[in-house]
């Protein structure tokens, strides 16, 4: 086995058993946002920033309620799956077959991220948008 492959395999292997960790240790996982503190953005401007609701959102998720994570910060949804998008990209790739679930296209991505950026500046204007108190 060459060692590109043996990565990858490590990578399958590894990757479920730190979510397995996450998860069965959440509560001490989520102890370590207490050293983040507020938003320093939102503390001066009044305002959210993209990265609010954050931990939230991460809480949320690891306690198996992902509509209450997308309300407080949709990224976090979105960046998970992602990852499962391209985890299964490998998982096909180690046991010899090539798959495509995630767009390649730079548009497609640029596009989501448009999309993103409207949001986080409509949710600054409407109050139903802005992440969960």
Not at 4 to 15: E, G, I, P, Q
Not at 56 to 71: E, G, M, N, T
Request: positive net charge.
């Amino acid at each position: 086995m060459d060692k590109v492959k043996r990565v990858k395999l490590a990578v399958l292997v590894a990757v479920p058993i730190l979510l397995l960790l996450a998860f069965i240790f959440r509560e001490q996982v989520m102890q370590l946002s207490r050293l983040f503190g507020p938003c320093v953005f939102n503390e001066l401007t009044g305002l959210h920033c993209p990265g609010c609701g954050n931990t939230r959102a991460v809480k949320a998720l690891l306690h198996l309620h992902p509509v209450i994570s997308f309300r407080n910060n949709p990224i976090i949804i979105l960046l998970a799956l992602t990852g499962l998008g391209f985890y299964t990209e490998l998982a096909f790739d180690v046991c010899g077959k090539k798959v495509s679930f995630m767009p390649k296209n730079q548009f497609f991505w640029l596009g989501l991220l448009g999309v993103l950026l409207v949001f986080y500046v409509l949710r600054n204007i409407f109050p139903v948008l802005a992440p969960i108190s």
